[in-house]
Protein backbone atom coordinates (compact mmCIF):
# COMPACT_ATOMS: atom_id res chain seq x y z
CA UNK A 1 0.00 0.00 0.00
CA UNK A 2 1.23 3.49 -0.95
CA UNK A 3 1.65 6.38 1.62
CA UNK A 4 -0.49 9.45 1.22
CA UNK A 5 1.15 12.37 0.32
CA UNK A 6 0.24 15.59 1.49
CA UNK A 7 2.03 19.00 0.56
CA UNK A 8 2.58 21.51 2.99
CA UNK A 9 2.21 25.46 1.62
CA UNK A 10 6.18 25.70 0.82
CA UNK A 11 6.21 22.62 -1.50
CA UNK A 12 3.34 23.28 -3.03
CA UNK A 13 4.41 26.84 -3.86
CA UNK A 14 7.19 25.82 -4.71
CA UNK A 15 5.61 23.05 -7.46
CA UNK A 16 3.17 25.57 -8.59
CA UNK A 17 5.94 27.82 -9.59
CA UNK A 18 7.47 25.16 -12.39
CA UNK A 19 5.95 24.76 -15.66
CA UNK A 20 3.13 22.59 -16.24
CA UNK A 21 5.45 19.67 -17.25
CA UNK A 22 7.73 20.04 -15.03
CA UNK A 23 4.95 19.66 -12.36
CA UNK A 24 4.14 16.40 -13.82
CA UNK A 25 7.41 15.03 -13.63
CA UNK A 26 7.81 16.01 -9.32
CA UNK A 27 4.33 14.44 -8.85
CA UNK A 28 5.41 11.72 -10.69
CA UNK A 29 8.56 11.17 -8.47
CA UNK A 30 6.61 11.84 -5.35
CA UNK A 31 4.22 9.19 -6.22
CA UNK A 32 7.33 6.49 -7.38
CA UNK A 33 8.53 7.79 -3.45
CA UNK A 34 5.28 7.09 -1.85
CA UNK A 35 5.33 3.88 -3.15
CA UNK A 36 8.73 2.80 -1.50
CA UNK A 37 9.97 5.48 0.97
CA UNK A 38 12.61 3.59 2.47
CA UNK A 39 14.12 2.41 -1.07
CA UNK A 40 14.16 6.24 -2.34
CA UNK A 41 15.54 8.22 0.49
CA UNK A 42 17.44 8.80 3.82
CA UNK A 43 17.41 10.41 6.98
CA UNK A 44 18.88 14.59 6.39
CA UNK A 45 22.40 15.41 7.82
CA UNK A 46 22.50 18.90 8.72
CA UNK A 47 23.53 21.62 7.73
CA UNK A 48 22.63 22.46 6.11
CA UNK A 49 19.38 19.98 5.54
CA UNK A 50 16.94 20.39 8.77
CA UNK A 51 17.34 17.71 11.34
CA UNK A 52 14.35 15.07 11.96
CA UNK A 53 13.75 14.59 7.83
CA UNK A 54 13.96 12.60 5.53
CA UNK A 55 15.23 13.65 2.15
CA UNK A 56 14.40 12.09 -1.35
CA UNK A 57 16.53 13.47 -4.50
CA UNK A 58 16.36 13.19 -7.91
CA UNK A 59 16.85 14.47 -11.22
CA UNK A 60 14.92 15.44 -14.41
CA UNK A 61 16.73 16.60 -17.55
CA UNK A 62 15.79 19.49 -20.01
CA UNK A 63 18.42 20.11 -22.01
CA UNK A 64 20.34 22.05 -22.14
CA UNK A 65 19.91 21.84 -18.41
CA UNK A 66 19.93 18.84 -15.73
CA UNK A 67 17.70 19.92 -12.64
CA UNK A 68 18.50 18.20 -9.41
CA UNK A 69 15.37 18.57 -7.10
CA UNK A 70 15.69 17.49 -3.11
CA UNK A 71 12.29 16.92 -1.23
CA UNK A 72 12.18 17.05 2.62
CA UNK A 73 10.02 14.79 4.28
CA UNK A 74 8.42 13.38 7.40
CA UNK A 75 6.35 10.32 8.37
CA UNK A 76 2.99 11.01 9.73
CA UNK A 77 2.11 9.12 13.14
CA UNK A 78 -0.21 7.79 11.13
CA UNK A 79 2.10 5.05 9.13
CA UNK A 80 0.30 6.14 6.28
CA UNK A 81 0.98 9.50 5.16
CA UNK A 82 4.42 11.23 3.82
CA UNK A 83 4.13 15.37 4.80
CA UNK A 84 6.71 16.79 2.17
CA UNK A 85 7.50 19.72 3.76
CA UNK A 86 9.72 21.55 0.99
CA UNK A 87 11.50 20.65 -2.47
CA UNK A 88 14.82 22.72 -3.50
CA UNK A 89 16.35 22.48 -6.83
CA UNK A 90 19.42 23.16 -8.45
CA UNK A 91 20.16 23.54 -12.37
CA UNK A 92 23.19 22.91 -14.03
CA UNK A 93 23.91 23.31 -17.81
CA UNK A 94 24.60 20.59 -19.63
CA UNK A 95 27.75 20.10 -22.21
Known sequence: MAYRIELQDAAKTKILNFEA???KEIIG???RLAETPTQF???SVTPPHPTGFQVFEF???RNPLKIHYTVFFKYGADEAT???SDIGHTEYRIR
Request: charged fraction near 15%.
Open 41 to 43: SRP
Open 29 to 31: HLY
Open 21 to 23: GIQ
Open 82 to 84: LFV
Open 59 to 61: DVV
